[in-house]
């Protein structure tokens, strides 16, 4: 059971020509790493499933987006954040949550079921 959890938990390496972009599963919500912090992607806007695509490295036609989160509160279940986009990017703060496991509820696209 704790191995099948920690897989649905792994992030997914897809290519994207000769990069690698990252995409969570989830199959089952995780907690954040931190109660507060600060995320920096490189993202690619995806026009044919009108989707962004994160990578950790600037890639060619990604721009950088950053945003700080902080943990308001907590329930068995969901988290209330605080988040402050320091870009605007392209479905940047439904991307950035969903990579750090806190995918915004609702959100089927990036990753809330």
């Known amino acids: 059971m704790e ?3 920690q897989q649905n ?3 997914q390496k897809h290519k994207t020509g000769d ?3 990252l995409e969570r599963n989830h199959k089952s919500q995780q907690i954040p790493t931190k109660d507060a912090d600060t995320v920096r992607h490189y993202l690619i806007k995806d026009e044919k499933i009108k989707k962004a695509k994160l990578f950790h490295k ?3 036609g990604s721009k950088h987006c950053e945003l700080t989160y902080r943990i308001i ?3 068995d279940k969901y988290y209330l954040l605080e988040v402050k986009p320091l870009t605007g990017r392209f479905h940047q703060i ?3 949550l969903s ?3 806190c995918p915004i509820k609702g959100d089927l696209k990036y990753g809330f079921e």
């Open 3 to 5: 191995q099948e959890e």
């Open 9 to 11: 938990h792994q992030r």
């Open 19 to 21: 990069h690698e972009h």
């Open 58 to 60: 600037e890639v060619p």
């Open 73 to 75: 509160a907590r329930s």
């Open 94 to 96: 439904r991307a950035q």
């Open 99 to 101: 990579s750090i496991g």
